[in-house]
């Protein structure tokens, strides 16, 4: 007999869990999301870092400070086995006055503690060495060289493609409105598309992680959004090299700038705490981005005029009462594991988080993980039109002419590889045609133009493919069809 | 140079089948060049086939057509002329190996290829400002599009992109979009202009009395609300100098946000090789030829400057034919001492930047204000002409003589009250 394991959310924590859970025999692992695609929640939108584990206090942060390096460890291997785009480029916490080194010496002395050898302060000059344009207030940075980026939703994507290749069933558009528990043992879950049974119920639900946790009766936590919002500049501008931070204060770990996985220069973010209700709230502010703006500044005099500015957005981060990651399983409702309050460095932490959780089946839970004889650990990234060189487009135009043809021109994406994007979809189990599932695996609509040229063609064939109106393909899920009928529905008198 | 794969020759490859770039193939082929014209579109005709309304070829044809029209016309000479052209090919990279030696690397359906050519004409079009590009801020919501991407779902795919609009811009496209919208039915609830003045020509100004649609000059959009779908747009009002007046702010209701806030010339693969970009056109320097910085680099169209007319693109994209054919005669054109043209009072941008003084030319040029009874006036040759009304609106095209101009070192161009 099998475990029936129910993972709810499908963000970089569940999905995680789920890859490392599918890799034993004696599981069976169902991974629930209320979104139409994997990653759509609080993993979407943040600075997309794979931090150094040097500043989560142990004394008070145990999980995140133990978890953050683990995770970056991790992911060291990760990104290779799953093909996620990524870029080691470390980071430099940069020092503007001598007060700062103070701060600096703490973190240097933290991050020894947490297990991050390697890390030192550097002076003026090898600071300007290391990234030229600078704001010449600089006078010295701590220098964390294992610090990178990736691509936080490609991540999410990579993870659950490999996890559902293992075995595991995704359940998308599924909502949890219920934990069924019996005799102080969870059964399993209630959704909008009926009951899930489970042995073994790991609530990874980002923001709503409280409100799951009430269902099973477990209320001594909170999750409040934390707002934070950013800047994305066109591409070929100058950015730095490395990430900059500034030296943090008790509040905050300031305004990063950076050049981002795709090679844009992105600033942000600032930290504005939400009300616990207001877990929706991904809309810009004015006064938000000016605060980031101003920040940044700091750190990257040279910003670029307004004019070049592509995109700005928001994203929340899942604050926890207390601060530190809750990951546990409940002693009062057997079979409840707590993966909450997985704020930053959650993205860092996740794969570590996944062992961590895998760790709690057997401990806490004396489930007896069996591993699989055979399991794959990886995945194939999609085919990518800007990643060819002219002789494999000409490669690939065998197999399928439309990798020759361009959809998106900012960023050279092409019909093939949009095709195999909605391919993948189909295989997670995606039902909602939506352009962002696309954009997400291809990044097409991300470029210069936000899609103006490229989006009615994404649109025709999500169409096609899905067997759907074009006016019925959303922007990102039910509720944001692109359009409200046919040109003549109007007219007619049926829109 | 690039191993493994196809290897094709021309004199001049034409990128972009717009009408620059048609019109540019077309005089190519009849001046005994031999061409390769390239889009990366199913059809040729650029963002014509979309352009459902009439207005088109006055000039360029001496009757009025639609767009489709305008576009077919230029389509059959291209046939009729035998002209070679590729559809779905993009671009992807231009090499300027030397001045008579320059390859376009371009992916099809049928594969990658290099078309090496002599001369190149750039006529990649536009691209349209988004509303991340102007500032709005607030929800991420679909029903936010560019005009031209909601001309495109209605015109090509018959996709009606929502039925209660708020428009951003008062040039043409934003005036031609809302007539469009109203036709379908849809309720067009405003029209929001940043500037005094309407930005479109007089004739498409007209459409928001036809239609009954309100404009509300110096006034912005500055933030858009809604779950899935576009709920509510917030405008402000601004000043004089365009600063927005506290407390004006009100919501209006809509369920589409339409943005028509001017387009930038795409010109990313020029500056890639190098070609000078004059910054008030945002396209290249060229002299009077049409050739950029890179010699043997041409440039016609909204890919040069952004035009209000069809049948301005058309010529451009000749005179750009005519550039390329004289450079391949011989081996290049001649270097010699260009008369500088420059931005005097009340210009805010013009091209060609150099001119020759050996032929007449085209002077393409807008105003940074609108007047009534002006002239043009080049105080260095005395040149003047008079004009009734000069708006940002409308590009000024001006004929200077060889003859008339040939000895000067400078021109500088204003456009001052009588």
Known sequence: MKTKVAIIGAGISGASIARVLSRYENLEVHLIEKAPDVGWGVSKANTALIHGGYDDDPERYPMRAKLCIRGNRLWHQWVKELEIPHIWNGALIVATKDDDFDELEKLLERGRKNGVPEMRLVDREELFHLEPNLTPEAIGALWVPIVGQIGPIPAVIAITENAVANGVKTHLETEVTGIKVENGEVKGVETNNGFIEADIVINAAGLYADRIARMAGIDYFEIHPRKGEYWLFDEGLPGPRRVLFPTPTPISKGIVVTTEVSGHLMIGPNAQDLPPEEKEDLSTTREGLEEVWEGAKKLWPQLPPRSKVIRTFAGLRPEPTGGDFIIKAEEEVGGFINVAGIRSPGLTSAPAIAHEVAGIIERDLGVKLVEKEKWNPYRKEISHLFMMSPEGVNEAVKRNPSYGKVVCRCNNVSEGDVLEAIERMKFIGVKTPSVDSVKFRTKATTGTCQGSFCRPKIVMLLAREYGVEPWKVTLKGRGSEIGVGDVKALLRGDA | ?418
């Open chain 2, 1 to 418: 140079m690039f191993p493994g794969i196809p290897m094709l020759n021309y004199d001049v490859v034409v990128i972009g089948g717009g009408p620059a770039g048609m019109a540019a193939a077309a005089r190519a082929k009849e001046l005994g060049l031999n061409v390769l014209l390239l889009d990366e579109n199913d059809y040729l005709g650029g963002i014509l086939p979309q352009c459902i309304h009439p207005g088109f070829g006055l000039h360029y044809f001496r009757e009025e057509l639609t767009g489709p029209e305008f576009a077919a016309r230029l389509a059959k000479r291209l046939v009729e002329l035998g002209v070679e052209y590729r559809t779905a090919a993009r671009v992807m990279e231009i090499r300027n190996y030397s001045d008579l030696e320059k390859v376009v690397i371009f992916t099809s359906p049928s594969g990658a290829y290099q078309a090496w050519a002599k001369a190149v004409i750039y006529a990649a079009g536009a691209r349209e400002r988004h509303a991340f590009e102007i500032g709005i801020v607030g929800d991420r919501v679909a029903g936010v599009y560019t005009a031209g991407e909601a001309q495109t779902l209605m015109d090509i795919y018959g996709v009606l992109p929502g039925k209660e609009i708020v428009i951003v811009g008062s040039g043409d496209v934003g005036l031609i979009m809302a007539r469009r919208f109203a036709l379908e039915g849809a309720k067009v609830k405003a029209v929001i202009e940043l500037m005094p003045y309407p930005g479109g020509l007089a004739r498409n100004v007209m459409i928001l009395r036809d239609f009954d649609i309100p404009l509300y000059l110096s006034h912005k959009v500055v933030e858009v609300r809604g779950k899935g779908r576009v709920e509510r747009v917030k405008v402000v009002k601004v000043d004089e100098n365009l600063n927005e007046i506290p407390g004006s702010e009100f919501w209006i209701e809509a369920d589409a946000l339409i943005i028509s806030a001017g387009l930038v010339p795409s010109v990313k693969k020029l500056t890639a090789i190098g070609v000078e970009i004059d910054p008030s056109t945002g396209g290249p320097v060229v002299n009077d030829r049409l050739e950029t910085s890179v010699p043997g680099v041409f440039a016609a169209g909204n890919a040069l400057l952004i035009n209000d007319l069809v049948d301005y693109v058309a010529e451009q994209g000749e005179l750009a034919a005519e550039g390329a054919k004289e450079f391949i005669e011989n081996g290049g054109i001649e270097s010699r001492k260009w008369i500088r043209v420059e931005k005097g009072e009340n210009v805010r941008l013009l091209a060609p930047h150099r001119l020759s003084g050996e032929r007449d030319v085209y002077l393409y040029l807008r105003v940074a204000r609108p007047m009534e009874d002006v002239e043009l006036r080049i105080p260095e040759v005395g040149k003047r002409v008079k004009l009734s009304l000069a708006t940002p609106a409308e590009m000024l095209r001006v004929k200077l003589k060889a003859e008339e101009i040939r000895d000067a070192e400078k021109l500088t161009v204003e456009v001052v009250r009588e």
